[in-house]
């Protein structure tokens, strides 16, 4: 059989084990294993459920939905104060890369990616024929915009940023971003998958900017990662490329039924985020506590990247798993290694993972 060249020794995304898997392997039952590795919400969107379940049935799953996701796309469009003219609604913000990479990125060209970060950016490039040229983060995993654009050359067709960025978590000033989609002139596609957590935002930027694409999602704070709705936010001309790209019918109809209802409940979505706002407060004061044994790193996501000192992040990892809690190990992950990530979840939870995390660490 022949396949494409570029996905001989390809590194493929990192997929999560299923939940039945670790549960076999360490011998509990599937509802004993807490997933603190996916950064999504404990908290469920009850409100757009309700809707959900009065239009039922009446949905007309035998018809494709509307592609132009009419009323979705008003709703984004109230959100973020942006214009129709100005949005494209995608199938979770991991389409919104997919169509960002498509628009930009042709075989050979290079793509620049500020590392550690989200490892779907390099997979995309990849998968288009690119080079990616990784531009480590500093030592407080700060962006680097001067070592950022003396990495464009004359083939960089597109800069990948992530902010507040996963797996770090931390947040950049807004003035770092713009220079690079000012300097560097070329596509600039900016993933704003946490910002709700974190309530800044470069999103006005579009509104100045052709080269700039903002990418965001409903997946984390507004606890619908089972959904698959996210969108682009961009200039008008911008997203008359970016639609070229579009396939027409990537979200099913009851995707935009509860993402429409998702933003008709703002409410509960800012509920949520507040209470995982101050459970990321409580988390992190209890393993700043734990110093010397671990290093928590200061986060302004819904996840706190953590390092265990002088123990291995593998076995701290398969200890927790034994317990029912599963993190990100990102051990392997170059500028991120040793390294764990765990997602804030309820209080319950959180304080389930510290008196862990002090017994594996004897902290
Ligand atoms: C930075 C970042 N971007 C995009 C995604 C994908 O989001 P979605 O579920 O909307 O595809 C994730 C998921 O974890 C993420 O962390």
Same mark, same amino acid.
């Given at each position: 059989?022949?396949?494409?060249?570029?996905?001989?020794?390809?590194?493929?995304?990192?997929?999560?084990?299923?939940?039945?898997?670790?549960?076999?392997?360490?011998?509990?039952?599937?509802?004993?294993?807490?997933?603190?590795?996916?950064?999504?919400?404990?908290?469920?969107?009850?409100?757009?459920?309700?809707?959900?379940?009065?239009?039922?049935?009446?949905?007309?799953?035998?018809?494709?939905?509307?592609?132009?996701?009419?009323?979705?796309?008003?709703?984004?469009?109230?959100?973020?104060?942006?214009?129709?003219?100005?949005?494209?609604?995608?199938?979770?913000?991991?389409?919104?890369?997919?169509?960002?990479?498509?628009?930009?990125?042709?075989?050979?060209?290079?793509?620049?990616?500020?590392?550690?970060?989200?490892?779907?950016?390099?997979?995309?490039?990849?998968?288009?024929?690119?080079?990616?040229?990784?531009?480590?983060?500093?030592?407080?995993?700060?962006?680097?915009?001067?070592?950022?654009?003396?990495?464009?050359?004359?083939?960089?067709?597109?800069?990948?940023?992530?902010?507040?960025?996963?797996?770090?978590?931390?947040?950049?000033?807004?003035?770092? *971003?713009?220079?690079?989609?000012?300097? /560097?002139?070329?596509? %600039?596609? @900016?993933? !704003? $998958?946490? +910002?709700?957590?974190?309530?800044?935002?470069?999103?006005?930027?579009?509104?100045?900017?052709?080269?700039?694409?903002?990418?965001?999602?409903?997946?984390?704070?507004?606890?619908?990662?089972?959904?698959?709705?996210?969108?682009?936010?961009?200039?008008?001309?911008?997203?008359?490329?970016?639609?070229? *790209?579009?396939?027409?019918?990537?979200? /099913?109809?009851?995707? %935009?039924? @509860?993402? !429409? $209802?998702? +933003?008709?409940?703002?409410?509960?979505?800012?509920?949520?985020?507040?209470?995982?706002?101050?459970?990321?407060?409580?988390?992190?004061?209890?393993?700043?506590?734990?110093?010397?044994?671990?290093?928590?790193?200061?986060?302004?996501?819904?996840?706190?990247?953590?390092?265990?000192?002088?123990?291995?992040?593998?076995?701290?990892?398969?200890?927790?798993?034994?317990?029912?809690?599963?993190?990100?190990?990102?051990?392997?992950?170059?500028?991120?290694?040793?390294?764990?990530?765990?997602?804030?979840?309820?209080?319950?939870?959180?304080?389930?993972?510290?008196?862990?995390?002090?017994?594996?660490?004897?902290?």
């Amino acid at each position: 059989m022949k396949t494409r060249k570029v996905l001989e020794d390809f590194d493929a995304y990192g997929w999560e084990t299923p939940t039945r898997e670790i549960a076999t392997e360490v011998g509990l039952e599937p509802e004993q294993i807490v997933r603190l590795d996916t950064n999504t919400s404990p908290y469920r969107p009850d409100a757009a459920m309700r809707t959900l379940a009065r239009l039922l049935p009446k949905v007309g799953v035998n018809d494709y939905p509307d592609t132009s996701y009419h009323g979705l796309a008003e709703g984004i469009s109230r959100y973020t104060g942006k214009g129709l003219d100005r949005l494209v609604v995608t199938n979770g913000a991991d389409e919104g890369l997919d169509i960002t990479t498509k628009v930009f990125v042709d075989q050979g060209d290079e793509v620049i990616i500020p590392t550690p970060t989200y490892s779907m950016y390099r997979i995309g490039a990849q998968l288009m024929g690119a080079k990616v040229k990784a531009v480590p983060r500093g030592p407080d995993f700060e962006l680097q915009a001067d070592k950022v654009l003396e990495a464009v050359g004359p083939r960089t067709s597109l800069i990948f940023l992530c902010n507040p960025n996963n797996p770090t978590g931390n947040y950049s000033p807004i003035e770092e *971003v713009e220079r690079i989609v000012r300097e /560097s002139g070329v596509g %600039v596609l @900016l993933d !704003e $998958a946490y +910002f709700e957590m974190c309530g800044k935002t470069a999103i006005d930027l579009t509104d100045k900017y052709e080269n700039l694409i903002v990418c965001r999602t409903m997946s984390k704070a507004f606890s619908m990662a089972g959904v698959r709705v996210g969108y682009l936010v961009a200039k008008a001309r911008t997203v008359e490329v970016l639609n070229k *790209v579009r396939p027409p019918n990537s979200l /099913s109809v009851l995707s %935009v039924i @509860l993402g !429409e $209802a998702g +933003f008709s409940h703002l409410d509960e979505m800012r509920r949520h985020v507040r209470a995982t706002v101050r459970e990321r407060g409580r988390l992190f004061v209890e393993l700043r506590k734990m110093k010397g044994r671990l290093t928590a790193f200061p986060s302004e996501t819904n996840f706190i990247l953590i390092r265990p000192e002088g123990a291995r992040a593998d076995d701290v990892q398969k200890r927790l798993m034994k317990k029912g809690l599963v993190l990100r190990n990102l051990s392997k992950v170059r500028g991120a290694e040793n390294c764990l990530r765990c997602t804030v979840g309820s209080a319950e939870t959180n304080a389930r993972l510290v008196t862990e995390l002090k017994e594996i660490l004897g902290a």
